[in-house]
């Protein structure tokens, strides 16, 4: 089955800088690769997600980019800011449909001021 | 938030006894999930629906059920408690599709078996 590894576990930056996440997975087939973020004690948020057949995607601040051949993706926070403190989960789909999701284990991250 | 519910949102019991999580939908999507969430391991799959009496197992289904029988509603039941199903659980829905895979997470149910 897929697994998903995510690095680092917590990672803090200062304001204004850049926060980059790492993932990656095992199953060629998978094909559909959402981020969540989680603030303390509140549920999970789809921030971005992106397909296989896409290997970037922008939304304002974040970005996601996709490496289908070395199976790994990584999501790109530039200028944070405190707001952005949150545990973040990137997960991939299993098999080829888009409906069951494996979850990494989770970044903490902490933007100081 | 979408109309996604869960109840009870916290919950004490002790071992050995059974214990019934309901997740309750307004918005008429077709999946819904189960998940446990754990510190160091994520979100982990436990049982999931595809329709009204279709489920599936996911990566941590051993002693868990599943039962949906209306679109709105997907009941998780612990047949029989035990410490190691101390966790935050979460219900989550889809709406399914190549277009609609956005899957959204309820508030979420503590429970501590004791």
């Known amino acids: 089955g897929e697994n998903v590894e995510q690095h680092p576990s917590t990672l803090s930056v200062q304001e204004g800088d850049s926060a980059v996440i790492k993932c990656t997975y095992s199953d060629s087939a998978s094909n559909y690769f959402p981020w969540y973020k989680q603030e303390l004690g509140k549920r999970p948020q789809l921030i971005i997600d992106i397909r296989s057949n896409v290997g970037e995607k922008k939304d304002q601040r974040i970005a996601v980019t996709l490496n289908k051949t070395a199976k790994h993706f990584s999501l790109h926070i530039t200028e944070t800011q405190p707001e952005d403190s949150a545990v973040y989960f990137c997960?991939?789909?299993?098999?080829?449909?888009?409906?069951?999701?494996?979850f990494g284990t989770g970044t903490r991250l902490l933007v100081s001021p | 938030d979408a109309g996604i519910t869960q109840s009870p949102r916290h919950k004490v019991t002790e071992t050995g006894t059974p214990v019934t999580l309901r997740c309750h939908q307004t918005e008429n999507h077709r999946y819904m999930y189960w998940y446990r969430q754990d510190p160091g391991h994520g979100l982990r799959l436990i049982h999931y629906?595809?329709?009204?009496?279709?489920?599936d197992k996911g990566e941590v289904s051993d002693g868990y059920s599943v039962s949906r029988s209306k679109t709105e509603d997907f009941l998780l039941t612990l047949e029989s408690a035990t410490s190691s199903q101390t966790s935050v659980y979460f219900c989550a829905i889809s709406e399914g599709g190549y277009s609609y895979n956005e899957q959204f997470f309820g508030p979420g149910t503590r429970l501590t078996v004791l």
């Open positions: 997960a991939a789909s299993q098999g080829e449909g888009f409906q069951k999701l494996v």
């Open positions: 629906s595809y329709g009204v009496k279709d489920t």
